[in-house]
Nanobody
């Protein structure tokens, strides 16, 4: 049973920074991609950023240039460094891990961590 555990959320003022962590219960090389999604109250869950096994990254336009996703393979952990935070970044942030070599692909989710940005 794959477990993903997020941490690092909290309350921060606009313009501030937070770093989220997502620890996996197994070697993260077993996942083709890992990423972050977020869900604001009353809204759908939106994709934020992804990092592949090879280290390639992609970002949603809304966070490009402010957020950085990275991984530490030795610690089986993925990070999301969030800078220049805005009130509209307020949401529950979820870690995602995907194995695309299954049909259909298998998605694993963490329990979420709350990020609140005050104006």
């Amino acid at each position: 049973q794959v477990q993903l555990v997020e941490s690092g959320g909290g309350l921060v003022q606009a313009g501030g920074s937070l770093r989220l962590s997502c620890g996996a219960s197994e070697n993260i090389f077993t996942f083709n991609t890992m990423g972050w999604y977020r869900q604001a109250p009353g809204k759908q869950r939106d994709w934020v950023a992804t990092i592949t096994n090879g280290g390639s990254t992609n970002y949603a336009d809304s966070v490009k240039g402010r957020f950085t996703i990275s991984r530490d393979n030795a610690k089986n952990t993925v990070y999301l460094q969030m800078n220049s935070l805005k009130p509209e970044d307020t949401a529950v942030y979820y870690c995602n891990a995907r194995k695309t070599y299954y049909a259909p692909p298998r998605d694993y989710w963490g329990q979420g961590t709350q990020v609140t940005v005050s104006s």
